[in-house]
């Protein structure tokens, strides 16, 4: 059965902070590994990944995956308040689905 | 562009009554479908996904189901409720290629309280 589990679960830093999320995993066939961010309702897509070491970027937040120790992780840098929600990291294992972790509630202090 | 419809967006039913909730994606054609639970503040619990009308597979034994009547409607229900059904429901569609799941496209949840 595929798994995704993230860490830390919940992170409390203040405005200007760099944090690191982490995901890991265990899938049989992997195809890509997904992040979201969940501000209230809707998740909204940031990175999408497929190939180890490839670093994607956009503005304060870029992401990497090792496929080969089977993680990822999501930095963001100069942290605001509006970067406070709950980060998704998700899986696709080729079976036509995404499987999530926990997620990892973010909350940043002025 | 493609959008994405869920309702009720809130709704708060006794136990034992009865749930349907609904989905319907425009400006699309075949999307896989999904319906995902979460518990409050925590991550997604997949219920059920879609590759068709009346293809259906099912994540998690419970008293919910789903139907796919049309294309482009996914609809999730309950004959009776129960206290743990509570949660907020996410609609979701991807564009479907070769097996993969690809980028996920939300709708903006259901939240339900069973009382």
């Known amino acids: 059965e595929d798994k995704v589990v993230q860490s830390p679960l919940s992170l409390v830093v203040h405005e200007g902070d760099t944090v690191t999320l982490n995901c890991s995993y265990e899938v049989t066939n992997f195809r890509s590994l997904l992040w979201y961010k969940q501000e209230k309702k809707a998740p909204t897509f940031l990175f999408m990944l497929?190939?180890?070491?490839i670093e994607k970027k956009s503005g304060r937040l870029s992401s990497i995956l090792d496929k080969k120790e089977l993680f990822s992780i999501l930095n963001i840098t100069a942290t605001q308040t509006g970067d406070s929600a709950i980060y998704l990291c998700?899986?696709?294992?080729?079976?036509?689905?995404?499987?999530f972790g926990q997620g990892t509630r973010l909350t940043i202090n002025p | 562009s493609q959008t994405i419809h869920q309702w009720p967006a809130t709704l708060v039913q006794p136990v034992g009554s009865p749930l349907s909730l609904e989905c319907t994606v425009e400006g699309t054609s075949n999307p896989n479908l999904y319906w995902y639970r979460q518990a409050a503040g925590r991550g997604l619990q997949l219920l059920f996904y879609s590759v068709g009308i009346g293809q259906i597979s099912s994540e998690v034994p419970q008293n919910l189901s789903a139907s796919r009547p049309q294309d482009r409607q996914f609809i999730l229900s309950s004959k009776k409720l129960l206290l743990s059904d509570s949660g907020f429901y996410l609609c979701?569609?991807?564009?479907?290629?070769?097996?993969?799941?690809?980028?996920?496209?939300f709708g903006e949840g259901s939240r339900l309280t069973v009382l």
């Open positions: 497929t190939s180890s070491g």
């Open positions: 979701a569609w991807s564009v479907p290629d070769g097996g993969i799941a690809g980028e996920l496209f």
């Open positions: 998700a899986v696709d294992g080729g079976a036509q689905k995404l499987v």
